[in-house]
């Protein structure tokens, strides 16, 4: 039965190289996931005037899909399905990994002056870890006013609307934005946990003033819930069913066994095999660490 809770969860700094640092925001030591959200980085905002931008060169996914939201900047995605594919900010990037996919997401050549947004992955449930990879973007998605808020839905539904996304089990995801003093009440699906990431100024949750830098857990069991601002601010908010699977995860892969684990770092680091080879992108492939659990090297 879910309860309601705060936890404040700081969130871990980790440099992904190039300055570009982000904060990790799940998982964390005291919160693997917030129903099937297993990854959240807050990345900048950064100025990216005088350097390259993002950098991520190709890399694998299993078991999960990828959601990319920016709040400022543009990012390039290209995978080896051969999509090739620019977004922008109120757009959606959702792949679907599946049983295995390649991709690479990099600044264009010129970008604009800032980079800020997040990077989140979605477990997939069993009925949908081995099933054929796919990318879809979202030019648009639903937006609403709700009490001087402004929510757009990237995933699930919110206030009667539905974002497009692919979804595998239920869960949402909702950027909310306030230009200016609110004190709202928001509907949430009592049968869904829920954590708050604030990406801009100071916003209250439920009364627990929080600011970038750490995510607000807040349990489940609640019909509605309090935010608040005093000026601009912005934030998310995650929610779903509690996953009903323990999951394992290495790097960028998401697994139920190390064994699993093992054999996915062993395909992509013997070539790529199953993940193909991500299309139009000459940045050199990152390599997997070996787990630790791992025999074969
Ligand atoms: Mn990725």
Do not use: K
Not at 60 to 84: A, I, K, N
Not at 142 to 159: F, I, K
């Amino acid at each position: 039965m879910l309860e309601p809770t705060r936890q404040r969860l700081p969130a871990r700094e980790a440099d992904l190289g190039d300055g570009m640092r982000v904060r990790r925001a799940l998982p964390t030591r005291l919160r693997r996931m917030v129903g099937p959200w297993c990854f959240l980085d807050h990345f900048g905002p950064v100025d990216v005037s005088r350097t390259s931008g993002m950098r991520v060169p190709p890399h694998p996914h299993l078991g999960l899909q990828t959601v990319t939201w920016l709040f400022e900047g543009e990012v390039v995605h290209r995978d080896s399905l051969g999509s090739h594919q620019r977004i922008v900010p109120g757009q959606l990037n959702v792949m679907t990994s599946g049983r295995g996919i390649a991709h690479s997401e990099t600044s264009p050549a010129p970008h604009p002056p800032a980079l800020h947004g997040l990077q989140l992955w979605i477990a997939l449930p069993d009925e949908a870890r081995h099933a054929p990879a796919a990318f879809d973007h979202h030019p648009a998605l639903p937006s609403l006013d709700h009490r001087g808020l402004r929510l757009t839905v990237m995933v699930g539904e919110a206030l009667g609307q539905r974002s497009p996304a692919r979804l595998y089990s239920p869960a949402v995801g909702i950027d909310l934005r306030a230009e200016g003093p609110v004190a709202a009440q928001l509907p949430v699906d009592p049968a869904f946990e829920h954590a708050a990431l604030v990406t801009a100024g100071t916003a209250w949750i439920d009364g627990e003033p929080l600011q970038p830098g750490a995510l607000l857990y807040l349990g489940g069991g609640r019909d509605a819930l309090e935010v608040r601002t005093e000026g601009p601010a912005r934030l998310t908010l995650l929610g779903g069913a509690p996953f009903q699977t323990p999951i394992q995860m290495w790097w960028n892969f998401v697994a139920r066994t190390r064994e699993e684990l093992s054999a996915a770092v062993r395909t992509w680091n013997d070539g790529g095999g199953s993940f193909g080879e991500v299309q139009g992108d000459p940045g050199e492939r990152l390599r997997s660490p070996v787990p630790p659990w791992s025999t074969v090297t």
